[in-house]
Nanobody
Framework: QLQASGGGLVQAGGSLRLSCAASGRTFSRYAMGWFRQAPGKEREFVAAITWGGGSTHYADSVKGRFTISTDNAKNTVYLQMNSLKPEDTAVYYC????????????????WGQGTLVTVSS
């Protein structure tokens, strides 16, 4: 089970940190990812990481502004979002991909419920 939290309303240029707590099973063999879905748009890749942070991937649109990380002791994945822009407004979802770090939506078979991020201009 994945539980996402940390969304909210922030002004452009501000920061938020999203959390995704994993429970109920062992996720050590999963790579974890963050995706987002804006109103009227498809869900898109944001960032992905292997547990322990050995490998990370970022979408070009967030590279240099967002940082994905893990806390293995807490079974939690974080997404630190800095220099937020209005176009970052979306529902953010965390997902788990078995055995493979990937930016492809179809490879993720475990999802959290989503947390809304709204960036005002």
């Amino acid at each position: 089970q994945l539980q996402a939290s940390g969304g909210g309303l922030v002004q452009a240029g501000g920061s938020l940190r999203l959390s995704c707590a994993a429970s109920g099973r062992t996720f050590s063999r999963y790579a974890m990812g963050w995706f987002r879905q804006a109103p009227g748009k498809e869900r898109e890749f944001v960032a992905a990481i292997t547990w322990g942070g050995g490998s990370t991937h970022y979408a070009d649109s967030v590279k240099g502004r967002f940082t994905i990380s893990t806390d293995n002791a807490k079974n939690t994945v974080y997404l630190q979002m800095n220099s937020l822009k209005p176009e970052d407004t979306a529902v953010y979802y965390c997902g788990a991909s078995y055995g493979l770090i990937t930016r492809h939506l179809s490879q993720y078979d475990k999802w959290g419920q989503g947390t809304l991020v709204t960036v005002s201009s």
